[in-house]
């Protein structure tokens, strides 16, 4: 029988709600387009966060693309990788025991890539801001992109309430040292 | 570093250290978990005082002077720092306009004032909740400042926008950019204890 502190419980169940709720947001935000461009007298078109990367590949800009692919689709499915084996790994000592510094790493790069998914609402709040000629050129946001910044904030929270003391509740602590 | 405290407590892993003293760049580690816990500067006991005005200095041409300039068909336009936030306000995306003004404006300039704020405090031994409150307010505060990432964000605009419109960097950016270098600069500078986080009943975690 699992007797969780009031606190530990807390951090995990929290932690784990805000989790599901950005995988449930990462469909919307993979499959919606995120802007609209319309520029006069060209084909004007909904541009989904996929499609993005596509076009930046198309304009020979590999690298660019490779920036965006990482921030946009691996930094988040990486992060919710890493939250559901610290969340398993909280929950089962088995998972815990062997190698608690090994996940401590793994909460401390969770916690560092989180801000970069940031990346695409970042360059699409820009480009609406800035891309505003009425007629000739304008860029709008689209529901997509709400749906990303939900997974990058969900995420981000979910990171933030977990608590990584629970990985080492095992793991008995070495006298106070200088 | 001389340290402000007698013991640290490493946020990742709960262990507690004697507070080290540490010579410029020396780095002290948690025994047990091996995380950073403090590290010592090369620089100076004034020079995250010096990044964090330099920084602050730096905000008010950022969000003053033009961000960039775009043309299209004859027509210019100026955008501001700020146009950002305002793009998704005004498009109904209200929240996430808070978010980017939040992530790219407030939390890096307001982090900066905290250091600034820290630091001054700090020499005239204010009221002794005040330092390790604001403390706590600055790791918050950081976890949200995202000023690299909107410069990148900004820059793969500018790649995409080449083939639409003609775009000129304007001094704005060069400030924001001056701007999130030296808030960097004095966050990784300042002498910080590691990420508090309330006590954490762990004895009462067991299993049977």
Redesign the interface.
Known sequence: ?????P??SASTTQSAALAVAAVVMLVPAYTLPVMH?G??GQHSADTTIFS?VV??WQ?G?GG?AA??FTASFLVPLLKLLGLAWLLLAANR?KFRRRR??LL?RI??AVDFIG??S??????V?????????GQ??S???RPG??AF?AVV?LT?LAT?RF???????D?P??P??? | MQPDEPFVTCPLCGQTHAAPFLKPGQRASCVRCGSLLAEAGHLGPQAPLVFACTGLVLAVPALLLPFVTLSKFGKERTVLLTDGFLGFWTHGFAPFGAAVLIAGTIAPFGLLGLLAALYVLGKRNPAPALLPRLRHWAHQVEYWAMPEVQILGVLVAFFKLGSVVNVTIGPGLYCYGGSSLFTLMAWRSFKLRPRERRPFRAAAVATS
């Open positions: 029988m699992n007797i969780w502190a606190r530990a461009l520029i006069l993005g076009q930046l304009q800009l660019l920036i965006v000592e608690p510094r401590t909460y401390g801000r970069w940031m990346l695409d609402v970042f360059l709040a820009f480009l609406c801001g800035a891309v505003q000629f000739l050129a860029v709008q946001p992109v709400a910044g904030l981000m933030h608590d990584p003391r629970l990985l080492w509740v793991v602590a070495t106070r040292t200088t």
